[in-house]
C-alpha cells in the first residue's frame, strides 16, 4: 500500500494560519530602481570622474520584524558579498511586517526583491513537499548531524524543488534546534504530549508530527499570552527566541534533547535580477551563498550555552527524556516516516538524510548546572509567575508623568547578552515612557536605519518599591509581539527621575536598569 502523502494545495495553506494577523508589505524598493542601479553599474563612470556607486540587492524577510538579528547564517553572507566584492556588491535588507507563510517567496518572484531568506519549513505550504524530509520529528536531532545534511550535495540536491516557485535557490542555511517548552511539566514521552495544545510555526509536516504525537498545532496570535492565560500547553522554541521572547517566565520546562527540527533557512534570488549582474558580480554572491553554508554549520549553536545560562538565571528548568522515552517517542511517529519514504517528492532527501544519521556519532547532552535541571515534584515552578493585570492597578508612590532615555548600542552590550524582546534589530535608540492612573505606554525610536518606532502599552500597579507591569493584549499595537506579557521591577526615585533595579524578565534589563528614566512631562 502507498502511504499517503503529507501535505495541501497552497490555496488552502493559510486556512491554518488565520490567527496570523493579514499584512501587506510595501516594498521600498520598487523594481524600476533596482534595474536602474543593475543597469548603471556597468555604464561609464560619473561624470567627475569617481567609481562607479556599488551595486544594490535588496533583500526581503518577514521573520518577526527583527532583520538579520534572527539569521546570522543570512547576516554573515551580506557581509561576505561586500567583502569579496570590495563594497562593490552589497546586499540591503528589508525588513517586512511579520508573517509566516513564506510570502518572502512571491515577493522575489515577482521582482518586488531581488533575494529572500525564509524558513525551510514554509516551502510544504506553498506547495512544495521536497524540503519535509529537514523536518521530520526527531529525524535530525544534532548540530553535527544538522552541518552534514547541508553541507552534503546530495542531500541538499532537494534544494533545486524551489525553483518551480519563480525563485532560484542560493543556500540552505544552517541555524539552532527546535524543541518543546511546556507550562505545567516537561513533555518527555508519548503520555506527556498527548491532548496537549502546542503552539508552532505552519508547517504541514511538523502539523503531522504533533498529530502523530497526539497533540494538535496551534498557530498564529501571541504564543507568550496563550501561555499565561492557559490556552496553550507548550511552544516550539529554540534557545534564541526562548531567550528573546522571555518564555522562561509561562513555560519554564525545556526539553531539548527532544529535537523536532532544525531550523535551517533557505536563501534565494529573483532569476531575472541575477542574471542581469556581471559575472564578476555572480562570482561573488554564489560564492558568498557557498562559503555561508559553511559557515552556518560550524557556528549554528555557538551561543547556545550562554543562552541556556540566561534562561537558567531566571527560572528556566531543563529536563532530558531518557533513551527509552526517545524511542517511544519515534515509534509514535514511525508512520509519518514512512510515509516520506514512499512519497516520491521526499523519498530521495529522507533516504540521505537517514544514511547520514545512521554514520554519524550521537550528540551528547548539553551541559545543565544542576539548579537548572529539572527534578520530578518541581512543577510549582509554573505558579511562581506573577499573575497578569487585567486592568489599572494602585499607583502607589511611583511619580506619574512621561519620562525619557537614549539606550546606545554600548548600553545594550554591558548587559553581557544582546537579547530583548521588543527591539529585535532596534534595542538602540530614544526611549518615552508614560505612567499615568495605572495605565502605560512605551515607544522606541531606534537609531537603527529602515526600522520604524514601535510603540505598545498596557496596567501597572505599584505596592511599596516594586511596580508590576502588564501588556494589553486586547490593544492593536504597531508591534505584533510588544513586550512581554507581565513583569516586576523595584523603583526608586533619585533626583526627579525614576532608578530600577533589575526586571523579573532578564531580557528588560536594558530598558529598566540602564539608565536613568528622567521626566520630561
Given at each position: 500500500?502507498?502511504?499517503?502523502?503529507?501535505?495541501?494545495?497552497?490555496?488552502?495553506?493559510?486556512?491554518?494560519?488565520?490567527?496570523?494577523?493579514?499584512?501587506?508589505?510595501?516594498?521600498?524598493?520598487a523594481?524600476?530602481?533596482?534595474?536602474?542601479?543593475?543597469?548603471?553599474c556597468?555604464?561609464?563612470?560619473?561624470?567627475?570622474?569617481?567609481?562607479?556607486?556599488?551595486?544594490?540587492?535588496?533583500?526581503?524577510?518577514?521573520?518577526?520584524?527583527?532583520?538579520?538579528?534572527?539569521?546570522?547564517?543570512?547576516?554573515?553572507?551580506?557581509?561576505?558579498?561586500?567583502?569579496?566584492?570590495?563594497?562593490?556588491?552589497?546586499v540591503?535588507?528589508?525588513?517586512?511586517?511579520?508573517?509566516?507563510?513564506?510570502e518572502?517567496?512571491?515577493?522575489v518572484?515577482?521582482?518586488?526583491?531581488?533575494?529572500?531568506?525564509?524558513?525551510?519549513?514554509?516551502?510544504?505550504?506553498?506547495?512544495?513537499?521536497?524540503?519535509?524530509?529537514?523536518?521530520?520529528?526527531?529525524?535530525?536531532?544534532?548540530?553535527?548531524?544538522?552541518?552534514?545534511?547541508?553541507?552534503?550535495?546530495?542531500?541538499?540536491?532537494?534544494?533545486?524543488?524551489?525553483?518551480?516557485l519563480?525563485?532560484?535557490?542560493?543556500?540552505?542555511?544552517?541555524d539552532?534546534?527546535?524543541?518543546?517548552?511546556?507550562?505545567?511539566?516537561?513533555?518527555?514521552?508519548?503520555?506527556?504530549?498527548?491532548?496537549?495544545?502546542?503552539w508552532?510555526?505552519?508547517?504541514?509536516?511538523?502539523?503531522?508530527?504533533?498529530?502523530?504525537?497526539?497533540?494538535?498545532?496551534r498557530?498564529?496570535?501571541?504564543?507568550?499570552?496563550?501561555?499565561?492565560?492557559?490556552?496553550?500547553?507548550?511552544?516550539?522554541?529554540?534557545?534564541?527566541?526562548?531567550?528573546?521572547?522571555?518564555?522562561?517566565?509561562?513555560?519554564?520546562?525545556?526539553?531539548?534533547?527532544?529535537?523536532?527540527?532544525?531550523r535551517?533557512?533557505?536563501?534565494?534570488?529573483?532569476?531575472?535580477?541575477?542574471?542581469?549582474?556581471?559575472?564578476?558580480?555572480?562570482?561573488?554572491?554564489?560564492?558568498?551563498?557557498?562559503?555561508?553554508?559553511?559557515?552556518?554549520?560550524?557556528?549554528?549553536?555557538?551561543?547556545?550555552?550562554?543562552?541556556?545560562?540566561?534562561?537558567?538565571?531566571?527560572?528556566?528548568?531543563?529536563?532530558?527524556?531518557?533513551?527509552?522515552q526517545?524511542?517511544?517517542?519515534?515509534?509514535?511517529?514511525?508512520?509519518?516516516?514512512?510515509?516520506?519514504?514512499?512519497d516520491?517528492?521526499?523519498?530521495?532527501?529522507?533516504?540521505?538524510?537517514?544514511?547520514?544519521?545512521?554514520?554519524?556519532?550521537?550528540?551528547?547532552?548539553?551541559?545543565i548546572?544542576?539548579?537548572?535541571?529539572?527534578?520530578?515534584?518541581?512543577?510549582?515552578?509554573?505558579?511562581?509567575?506573577?499573575?497578569?493585570?487585567?486592568?489599572?492597578?494602585?499607583?502607589?508612590?511611583?511619580?506619574?508623568?512621561?519620562?525619557?532615555?537614549?539606550?546606545?548600542?554600548?548600553?545594550?552590550?554591558?548587559?553581557?547578552?544582546?537579547?530583548?524582546?521588543?527591539?529585535?534589530?532596534s534595542?538602540?535608540?530614544?526611549?518615552?515612557?508614560?505612567?499615568?492612573?495605572?495605565?502605560?505606554?512605551?515607544?522606541?525610536?531606534?537609531?537603527?536605519?529602515?526600522i520604524?518606532?514601535?510603540?505598545?502599552?498596557?496596567?501597572?500597579?505599584?505596592?511599596?518599591?516594586?511596580?508590576?507591569?502588564?501588556?494589553?493584549?486586547?490593544?492593536d499595537?504597531?508591534?505584533?509581539?510588544?513586550?512581554?506579557?507581565?513583569?516586576?521591577?523595584?523603583?526608586?526615585?533619585?533626583?526627579?527621575?525614576?532608578?530600577?533595579?533589575?526586571?523579573?524578565?532578564?531580557?528588560?534589563?536594558?530598558?529598566?536598569?540602564?539608565?536613568?528614566?528622567?521626566?520630561?512631562?
Open positions: 500500500m502507498t502511504a499517503p502523502r503529507i501535505g495541501r494545495a497552497h490555496e488552502t495553506a493559510s486556512e491554518e494560519g488565520k490567527g496570523v494577523r493579514e499584512r501587506r508589505w510595501a516594498p521600498a524598493v523594481l524600476a530602481a533596482v534595474v536602474t542601479a543593475l543597469g548603471g556597468t555604464a561609464a563612470g560619473p561624470k567627475s570622474g569617481g567609481p562607479d556607486p556599488p551595486v544594490e540587492l535588496v533583500m526581503i524577510n518577514h521573520d518577526s520584524g527583527s532583520g538579520l538579528e534572527t539569521a546570522p547564517a543570512v547576516a554573515w553572507f551580506v557581509d561576505r558579498v561586500r567583502d569579496l566584492s570590495g563594497g562593490q556588491l552589497v540591503r535588507g528589508e525588513i517586512g511586517p511579520w508573517a509566516t507563510h513564506g518572502e517567496v512571491g515577493t518572484a515577482g521582482g518586488r526583491a531581488d533575494l529572500g531568506w525564509v524558513g525551510s519549513r514554509v516551502f510544504d505550504l506553498l506547495g512544495v513537499r521536497e524540503l519535509q524530509p529537514l523536518h521530520a520529528p526527531f529525524l535530525i536531532d544534532s548540530y553535527e548531524l544538522q552541518a552534514a545534511v547541508v553541507n552534503d550535495p546530495a542531500s541538499t540536491a532537494m534544494l533545486s524543488a524551489v525553483g518551480r519563480g525563485v532560484e535557490p542560493l543556500a540552505l542555511l544552517a539552532e534546534m527546535r524543541f518543546p517548552a511546556a507550562t505545567a511539566r516537561p513533555l518527555l514521552g508519548p503520555a506527556d504530549w498527548r491532548g496537549a495544545q502546542i508552532m510555526l505552519e508547517s504541514d509536516v511538523q502539523r503531522a508530527a504533533l498529530h502523530a504525537l497526539g497533540a494538535t498545532a498557530y498564529g496570535g501571541d504564543p507568550r499570552q496563550m501561555l499565561h492565560d492557559g490556552t496553550l500547553d507548550g511552544v516550539e522554541q529554540m534557545w534564541m527566541y526562548y531567550t528573546s521572547g522571555a518564555m522562561y517566565v509561562p513555560a519554564p520546562y525545556v526539553t531539548p534533547n527532544v529535537v523536532l527540527s532544525p535551517t533557512t533557505v536563501l534565494f534570488g529573483n532569476p531575472d535580477s541575477l542574471r542581469r549582474l556581471t559575472a564578476a558580480q555572480q562570482r561573488w554572491l554564489r560564492q558568498a551563498a557557498r562559503e555561508s553554508i559553511a559557515e552556518s554549520a560550524e557556528h549554528a549553536d555557538d551561543l547556545v550555552p550562554e543562552r541556556i545560562a540566561l534562561a537558567c538565571r531566571y527560572g528556566g528548568r531543563i529536563a532530558l527524556a531518557t533513551e527509552g526517545q524511542a517511544a517517542l519515534h515509534r509514535a511517529v514511525e508512520p509519518l516516516y514512512a510515509a516520506l519514504r514512499a516520491p517528492a521526499t523519498a530521495g532527501g529522507m533516504a540521505r538524510i537517514e544514511e547520514l544519521k545512521a554514520r554519524t556519532p550521537a550528540e551528547p547532552a548539553p551541559a548546572a544542576d539548579s537548572c535541571r529539572y527534578r520530578p515534584g518541581e512543577e510549582q515552578v509554573a505558579t511562581l509567575r506573577p499573575t497578569p493585570l487585567t486592568g489599572p492597578g494602585p499607583t502607589g508612590e511611583l511619580p506619574a508623568g512621561t519620562y525619557r532615555y537614549l539606550l546606545t548600542v554600548e548600553d545594550v552590550q554591558l548587559t553581557g547578552s544582546n537579547q530583548d524582546s521588543m527591539l529585535h534589530g534595542r538602540a535608540g530614544v526611549f518615552t515612557w508614560t505612567m499615568q492612573n495605572g495605565e502605560w505606554t512605551a515607544t522606541v525610536h531606534p537609531s537603527a536605519p529602515g520604524a518606532p514601535r510603540k505598545c502599552g498596557g496596567w501597572y500597579a505599584v505596592h511599596g518599591d516594586t511596580a508590576q507591569f502588564t501588556t494589553n493584549p486586547a490593544l499595537w504597531n508591534d505584533p509581539h510588544c513586550l512581554p506579557p507581565t513583569w516586576t521591577a523595584q523603583w526608586t526615585v533619585q533626583d526627579g527621575s525614576i532608578r530600577w533595579g533589575r526586571p523579573s524578565v532578564g531580557v528588560l534589563a536594558p530598558l529598566f536598569n540602564l539608565a536613568r528614566w528622567e521626566r520630561i512631562g
